[in-house]
């Protein structure tokens, strides 16, 4: 516990000085996003994952908010490697007077080390599609590539998969959008994460971290900002829930 508590202390200190550096010269408005996924193990080699998320901008000069779904399936073909397929949609306020409905279905796989270890490592590739229509009755269709490497520590047990666990972990995501553009506030580039996560028991498990996303504003809107406004940071935190696989 002693060296959860440190890694902790050093993990709050540099967000709370890479915060004050910057805020010097820039008033931030931080997104906050929320998010519950209940998993459901289907057997040793199939899952199937949802997720219901509810994002805001922190800010009235820049009026932003998100609520998404999600549903996939995944398929464990190799013991350090799976495939997944994933249908995901979204209703996002973009601007005062302009909003958009997404649907992007997805496929790609991940790898990763062994979760028995005391350090995990994964790294996810995917394609996806996206479908965008807007208030305006316009239309946008696109793909993009997006690449996400995740690294976790277990800071209180030996093992990643033990149960009452805290860790520390973190990932870094790029994005290529093949030149495609779209109306959206946040056209990605890539972003950050790192975070605190703590496994309860096999059935919960609980993350909150700081993202930090390096975005485009793609939603061309007159604005008068009185101020420099910095929204790439984003405060995330999530329960995942999971119905274990049926004994026999």
Excluded: C
């Excluded at 080390?113 to 995990?120: A, D």
């Excluded at 998969?161 to 580039?189: H, I, P, S, T, W």
């Excluded at 485009?216 to 119905?243: C, H, K, L, S």
């Amino acid at each position: 516990m002693r060296k959860a508590a440190t890694y902790s202390l050093y993990l709050v200190t540099a967000i709370l000085f890479h915060v004050h550096v910057n805020a010097q010269y820039k008033y931030y408005r931080p997104q906050i996003w929320s998010n519950f996924s209940p998993v459901w193990q289907i057997s040793e080699r199939v899952s199937l994952r949802s997720n219901v998320g509810l994002n805001y901008l922190l800010s009235t000069e820049m009026p932003w908010n998100e609520m998404t779904g999600m549903a996939s399936g995944n398929f464990h073909f190799h013991r350090f490697m799976e495939a997944d397929a994933a249908l995901y949609f979204a209703r996002v306020k973009q601007y005062n007077t302009l909003s958009s409905f997404e649907y992007r279905p997805s496929t790609g796989f991940r790898i990763f080390s062994n979760p028995l270890k005391r350090w995990l490592v994964v790294n996810g590739s995917r394609i996806e599609l996206r479908f965008f229509r807007y208030s305006d009755r316009t239309t946008d269709l696109t793909f993009r590539f997006r690449n996400r490497t995740n690294a976790a520590v277990s800071l209180t047990r030996s093992s990643m998969a033990d149960k009452r666990n805290l860790f520390l972990f973190g990932y870094f995501e790029l994005f290529y959008n093949f030149g495609m553009v779209v109306r959206e506030r946040f056209f990605n580039q890539f972003k950050y994460k790192l975070g605190l996560g703590y496994r309860l028991s096999d059935t919960w498990r609980f993350h909150l971290g700081m993202i930090y996303q390096d975005a485009v504003d793609n939603v061309v809107e007159p604005a008068q900002m009185p101020v420099e406004i910095d929204t790439r940071y984003i405060f995330e935190w999530g329960i995942v829930y999971v119905i274990p696989m049926r004994q026999e």
